[in-house]
């Protein structure tokens, strides 16, 4: 296996491996996890492999979870079909900076994507390393937000668009979640900022160390949130990824954000991913 670094922030790319042969082979899935763990995302190419190795692959890592909105194989429960054609004008956008299922009270562990079809130029998906943006925060902003605790909801993304009931039925079946702001990772032990474009507001900022008055926390709470989610986009926390056919992606959910880049013109990009179940942030933290 030859290991290329991407970045000095995030990300390496495999050569000379072939996930499906990690379904099978237990030191081989070992050196893949551990890789994992210490640069956050993989990248592989030429991985033409089945649905079948694809969901086995990802499920040595733990049980796969269903999306309520995205559709999954229907012989592969757990594979998570992106699609995108010119026939759906009205779903050209894409996402902000998120951690997938951050509005699940255990969000995801980690996703293994692959790449079905993708446009000839454009269409990268980003990371950023959000263990090394807590550890790059000025002190003092350290210091406010280590005891602060956040919602993070479905209803105000996925459920926006639709109508009221579905939205409202959406939210009761997954209230909103509530994540500490820096959580920390279960395996290495990392701190992590922990807000993203799911997140909606603090549940724990009114106190009396924080707030004089009601502008404080109206304006004051608001502000440091933006700042927050705004780490994201700082580039020298990232890697980006150009995509080709039968490339691959694996991620730790735990400790990136991610953001699919909406600049390609209405043609296909098919994606296929599964998504591993995590554990709930309050069992860590």
């Known amino acids: 296996m030859k290991i290329e670094l991407l970045t000095c922030a995030i990300g390496a790319q495999l050569s000379g491996v072939n996930l499906a042969d990690a379904v099978r082979d237990d030191a081989l899935f070992a050196q893949i996890k551990a890789l994992l763990l210490r640069h956050k995302v993989l990248f592989l190419r030429d991985q033409d492999f089945s649905r079948a190795d694809h969901v086995a692959f990802a499920r040595r890592f733990g049980a796969l979870e269903d999306h309520p909105v995205a559709g999954s194989d229907p012989e592969h429960l757990g594979l998570v079909r992106i699609y995108k054609s010119p026939d759906q004008p009205n ?138 989610i705004s780490q994201a986009a700082i580039p020298e926390y990232q890697v980006r990824w150009r995509w080709q056919p039968n490339s691959v992606a694996i991620w730790d959910n735990r400790s990136t954000q991610h953001y699919a880049v909406m600049d390609y013109p209405p043609c296909h990009r098919k994606m296929e991913r599964a998504g591993i179940v995590g554990t709930p942030t309050f069992l860590i933290d």
């Open 91 to 228: 779903d050209r956008y894409e996402n902000s900076w998120h951690s997938d299922g951050s509005w699940r009270e255990a969000p995801a562990m980690g996703c293994v994507l692959r790449c079905v079809e993708c446009p000839p130029t454009g269409g990268d998906t980003m990371w950023a390393n959000m263990a090394l943006a807590w550890e790059r925060l000025p002190g003092q902003v350290k210091e406010l937000i280590a005891p602060l605790r956040a919602r993070h909801s479905i209803e105000s993304t996925f459920g926006a668009a639709m109508p009221a009931d579905k939205r409202l039925a959406l939210k009761a079946q997954y209230p909103d979640a509530e994540h500490p702001v820096v959580r920390t990772h279960p395996e290495t032990g990392e701190k992590v900022l922990y807000v993203n474009g799911f997140t909606t507001h603090f549940t724990n900022f009114h106190t009396a160390g924080n707030v004089r008055y009601g502008q404080d926390f109206t304006q004051g709470s608001s502000s440091l949130l933006q700042y927050l």
